[in-house]
């Protein structure tokens, strides 16, 4: 959030909700490289085809790539591989059938939609909880809330209860030199 705006650097309740104008994506400094090179190389080409898992995720970050390296697409052939082997036979026989982009389209938007649900929760129930369970200190320690988090706390949790709960019974065993 802090890098939206700085005030957000300071937790404070007053500024929840944080819902920035527009959600932009950030570059992680030590991928810049590597951008920068599929940037180039996705600015020179005419044809793109989307190689990605065929999931709402792989397309969300097929196309996020293209906003965030600013390509320019109106100019330009998108294609989708669609493959479901390794097989070198199944792979050459995808690229020979490349479909149109335009089914990716809404899995891009259903993931775009789900990562800005995701950070917003994040951002705001992560700060809201922090500040609300810390009310007496200035020293906050950060409590994580995000929809996955949750989820994968929550299994490790009833497991955990499971565990403690066990109760050990006898099990009666047939011993084979007895028959």
Do not use: C
């Not at 300071?10 to 991928?31: A, C, F, M, N, T």
């Not at 599929?38 to 996020?64: C, P, Q, Y």
């Not at 097989?87 to 020979?96: A, T, V, Y």
């Not at 995701?118 to 320690?141: C, E, H, Q």
């Amino acid at each position: 959030p802090h890098e939206y705006d700085a005030k957000y650097a300071k937790w404070k309740l007053e500024d929840l909700p944080i819902k920035p104008v527009k959600y932009e994506y950030k570059v992680d400094e030590s991928k810049r490289d590597l951008f920068n090179n599929m940037k180039k190389h996705l600015s020179e080409a005419d044809t793109i085809i989307n190689a990605t898992d065929a999931g709402i995720e792989g397309t969300h970050i097929f196309f996020a790539i293209l906003e965030t390296a600013d390509i320019q697409i109106g100019n330009k052939t998108l294609k989708r591989l669609w493959v479901s082997s390794e097989e070198k036979s199944e792979i050459l026989q995808g690229f020979r059938e490349l479909e149109p982009i335009d089914k990716d389209l809404l899995r891009f938007e259903r993931g775009k939609t789900r990562a800005i649900s995701d950070w917003y929760i994040g951002m705001n129930v992560s700060r809201f909880a922090s500040l609300k369970a810390n009310k007496k200190t200035t020293n906050i320690p950060k409590i994580a809330i995000g929809r996955n988090m949750q989820a994968l706390l929550s299994m490790v949790y009833q497991r955990q209860k499971e565990i403690e709960e066990f109760v050990s019974k006898p099990i009666n065993e047939l011993d084979e030199n007895m028959i």
